[in-house]
């Protein structure tokens, strides 16, 4: 079993900043990507940033305030989220692609439970 394991989300006025984690635990051989996702009330969800093999991408709404990290030793990702607007408001999810021992050793991809992020004055 893997799980994901958020946390850091909490209420923060426009032009704060956050630093979300999440922690994968359980039976892991690898872990091949790491990102975060997020979903606003009303809308789908949306992919946000990612890293893999070294590698960093970010969706346009959040390039240059958001940065992604990952420390591989603890099998975990942050995002650091700062000058943040009252759009960023949502559920973050973390999501990782997660090849578990075998054999079979296969790939799977994983969700946190999410955690609440809010801007607002």
């Known amino acids: 079993q893997v799980q994901l394991v958020e946390s850091g989300g909490g209420l923060v006025q426009p032009g704060g900043s956050l630093k979300l984690s999440c922690a994968a635990s359980g039976s892991i051989f690898s872990i091949n990507a790491m990102g975060w996702y997020r979903q606003a009330p009303g809308k789908e969800r949306e992919w946000v940033a990612i890293t893999s093999n070294g590698s960093t991408h970010y969706t346009d709404s959040v390039k240059g305030r958001f940065t992604i990290s990952r420390d591989n030793a603890k099998n975990t990702v942050y995002l650091q989220m700062n000058s943040l607007k009252p759009e960023d408001t949502a559920v973050y999810y973390c999501?990782?692609?997660?090849?578990?021992?075998?054999?079979?050793?296969?790939?799977?991809?994983?969700w946190g439970q999410g955690t609440q992020v809010t801007v607002s004055s």
């Open positions: 999501h990782a692609v997660i090849v578990v021992p075998g054999p079979p050793r296969y790939a799977s991809a994983y």
